[in-house]
């Protein structure tokens, strides 16, 4: 099956600070969605992003298909941030399910 | 636009019993998912529902878990009987499948642990 790697596993901020996340996959997708899971095990959509890149407030996010890689920025870091942040996929053919990686845990400090 | 609607939040059972968990889509999706979280790992997929059909249910342990979607909308998924290993976060998702976005929308999830 498809594999998902999402880098770095742990990330320890600054309130104010930048980041950048990472989510590689291994296969053609036509699917591709950024969560945030908060403390209360609550998976909230980030962006729905098989390709292009979009914004949203202080998060945006790029996804270049043809080299199989994602990526999440966050600017001006608040500790309401934190959590674990995943990437999910679906593979263009076979399966129609998402395919989650470990996820990466964000830990905004005051 | 109500979200995913799950229940309970949280569960406590003894090994052996039997327990169950509902899910309640976001209203017009037809497409729905039950998906397993364990502790420190991203969700992994149990079965999905195409209106009232199990159109992947390849990694639902049938053992023990069954699944049901009756009339296409609310689902049930039940373990009976429950071991310790079962302990974990049961999450149910939606989408609604069509030609331009098949976005998932997640709801918070039931904790069940097995004592």
């Known amino acids: 099956g498809i594999q998902v790697e999402q880098s770095p596993p742990d990330l320890i901020l600054q309130e104010g600070a930048n980041s950048t996340l990472r989510c590689n996959f291994s296969d053609s997708v036509n699917n591709l969605q950024w969560f945030h899971q908060n403390p209360w095990g609550q998976l909230i959509n980030l962006f729905y992003i098989p390709s292009g890149t979009k914004q949203n407030g202080r998060l945006s996010a790029t996804t270049v298909a043809t080299e199989r890689y994602s990526l999440l920025y966050i600017s001006s870091s608040q500790t309401t941030d934190s959590g674990v942040y995943f990437c999910?996929?679906?593979?263009?053919?076979?399966?129609?399910?998402?395919?989650f990686g470990q996820g990466t845990r964000l830990t905004i400090n005051p | 636009e109500a979200g995913v609607v799950q229940s309970p939040r949280y569960k406590i059972i003894e090994k052996k019993q039997p327990v169950a968990f509902w899910c309640n889509p976001i209203?017009?999706?037809?497409?729905l998912y039950w998906y397993l979280q364990n502790l420190g790992q991203g969700p992994e997929l149990l079965i999905r529902?195409?209106?009232?059909?199990?159109?992947?249910d390849s990694q639902l342990p049938k053992d023990r878990f069954s699944a049901e979607r009756l009339k296409g909308v609310d689902s049930t998924l039940k373990i009976q009987p429950a071991e310790l290993g079962d302990s974990a976060v049961y999450l149910c998702?939606?989408?609604?499948?069509?030609?331009?976005?098949?976005?998932?929308?997640f709801g918070p999830g039931t904790r069940l642990t097995v004592l």
């Open positions: 209203s017009g999706h037809n497409t």
């Open positions: 998702a939606s989408s609604l499948e069509g030609q331009w976005s098949d976005e998932q929308f």
């Open positions: 999910a996929v679906e593979r263009n053919q076979g399966a129609q399910k998402l395919v």
């Open positions: 529902y195409e209106n009232e059909e199990a159109v992947d």
